[in-house]
């Protein structure tokens, strides 16, 4: 069984960061793309950024600069660092994890709420 699992979400003020984790199991981490996804209500669930095997990134026009995904293949989990935190930010956060770069996520965590105060 593959899960993800997410946290560090939570209530920040804008200009503010946070630091999301997803911890994945049942899978070989090390050659899987991690990407985290995000939802604001109302809107589209957006890729947010996305990290290959071999460390190569991609990021929104929204976070770049402002957001770093990273990951750590000796414990299996990826990272999403948000700084400089904007109210537009607000939204669930979902880590996702596939086969390919190009290929849809295959696997999903549960979500973690992110909210940005004003």
């Known amino acids: 069984q593959v899960q993800l699992v997410e946290s560090g979400g939570g209530l920040v003020q804008a200009g503010g960061s946070l630091r999301l984790s997803c911890a994945a199991s049942?899978?070989?981490?090390?050659?899987?793309?991690m990407g985290w996804y995000r939802q604001a209500l109302g809107k589209q669930r957006e890729l947010v950024a996305r990290?290959?095997?071999?460390?190569?990134?991609a990021y929104a026009d929204a976070v770049l600069g402002r957001f770093t995904i990273s990951r750590d293949n000796a414990k299996n989990t990826v990272y999403l660092q948000m700084d400089s935190l904007k109210p537009e930010d607000t939204a669930v956060y979902y880590c996702?994890?596939?086969?390919?770069?190009?290929?849809?996520?295959?696997?999903w965590g549960q979500g973690t709420q992110v909210t940005v105060s004003s």
């Open positions: 049942g899978v070989i981490f090390s050659i899987s793309t």
């Open positions: 990290i290959a095997r071999a460390g190569n990134t």
């Open positions: 996702s994890l596939q086969s390919y770069w190009n290929e849809s996520p295959r696997y």
